[in-house]
């Protein structure tokens, strides 16, 4: 079955950086669009960035453009979310979705 892992968040002061990386199995990771997508409690889950099939395209949400970077290894099957110069509004629960599946959520909080 579809299985998607995020792993890399935790929290960081205004303005430090994290990583998160989303691991996918159980389809055929190269031929799926891949997005990170934040909720936070009392807000609908919105779309952050998204990455096409083969890393040639992305999209962002106007609020993380030019701090945020997604990419994708295929090899490895794994999508990233680069996150620099991060604000107390970017803390939220973020997921990683794809094959019309959704991993179970890491916790990033941005706090001084």
């Known amino acids: 079955q579809v299985q998607l892992v995020e792993s890399g968040g935790g929290s960081v002061q205004p303005g430090g950086s994290l990583s998160l990386s989303c691991v996918g199995s159980?389809?055929?990771?190269?031929?799926?669009?891949m997005s990170w997508n934040r909720q936070t409690p009392g807000k609908e889950r919105e779309l952050v960035a998204g990455i096409t099939t083969s890393g040639g395209s992305t999209t962002y949400a106007d609020s993380v453009k030019g701090r945020f970077t997604i990419t994708r290894d295929n090899a490895k099957n794994t999508i990233y979310l680069q996150m620099n110069n991060l604000k107390p509004e970017d803390t939220a629960v973020y997921y990683c979705?794809?094959?019309?599946?959704w991993g179970q959520g890491t916790q990033v909080t941005v706090s001084s």
């Open positions: 979705r794809g094959a019309n599946s």
């Open positions: 159980g389809f055929t990771f190269s031929n799926y669009y």
